[in-house]
Each structure stands twice: as C-alpha cells, then as structure tokens.
C-alpha cells in the first residue's frame, strides 16, 4: 500500500525511473541517489557552496534585494547538505558583504 500512494506521487520522468523497484525502500534510496547523489557529489556540492559563500561579496551596482537573494541561494543549498547557520552568523555576512558605500550604515547597525 505504501508503495502505491509513492508511485502515484511521482511525476511521470521519476515514475518511470522507479517503476521496477519492488519496495518503498527501494524507491526512496533510487530517488534520492538520483536528487541528490552519491555522497562524492554531496561533497562536492558542499565544497563549491561553501567556497561560494567564503567568497561572497556585493556586485558592483547590485541591489541589497538581489544580494540579499544571492546569500539565500548559496544559504539554503547548503542547508539542504547539512550546513547549519544562525541568524547572527547569517546577519555579519550580509554586513560584511557590503561595498564602501554602505560603510555608514553598517557602522551605525554594528553599534
């Protein structure tokens, strides 16, 4: 029974990849093999999220909504690998990100 209400879940694509499989177990560790990869993928996914998160730094003429979105982006992908981060942590990067011009916002932010 489980393994019906998954089968009619799926789009036809995944349907269609998982079709053979003869147990929700079989079908849940094919899809996220699939979504997801091998832990050597995970790995390398984490290595270049992290690394592109390390390296973050505002655009020139890019807006605070689309920096904003960036960090979110380069955040949640890493969220999804395990990668925990705190509303503190999360704050100092958006700040420390700024270019020059922004400089006394910050300032007065940080105090």
């Given at each position: 029974k489980?393994?019906?209400?998954?089968?009619?879940?799926?789009?036809?694509?995944?349907?269609?990849?998982?079709?053979?499989?003869?147990?929700?177990h079989?079908?849940?560790?094919?899809l996220?093999?699939?979504?997801?990869?091998?832990?050597?993928?995970?790995?390398?996914?984490?290595?270049?999220?992290?690394?592109?998160?390390?390296?973050?730094?505002?655009?020139?003429n890019?807006?605070?909504?689309?920096?904003?979105?960036?960090?979110?982006?380069?955040?949640?992908?890493?969220?999804?690998?395990?990668?925990?981060?705190?509303?503190?942590?999360?704050?100092?990067?958006?700040?420390?990100?700024l270019?020059?011009?922004?400089?006394?916002?910050?300032?007065?932010?940080?105090?």
């Open positions: 489980a393994l019906n209400i998954l089968l009619v879940s799926l789009d036809k694509t995944e349907y269609n990849l998982v079709r053979r499989c003869t147990s929700t079989e079908v849940w560790k094919l996220i093999l699939t979504h997801e990869g091998t832990e050597q993928v995970k790995n390398a996914k984490l290595a270049l999220l992290n690394r592109d998160y390390e390296l973050f730094k505002m655009q020139p890019e807006s605070i909504k689309n920096l904003y979105n960036r960090l979110l982006d380069i955040t949640n992908g890493l969220l999804g690998l395990g990668k925990v981060f705190g509303k503190d942590e999360l704050v100092r990067k958006l700040l420390g990100c270019n020059d011009e922004w400089e006394p916002k910050v300032t007065a932010i940080e105090e």
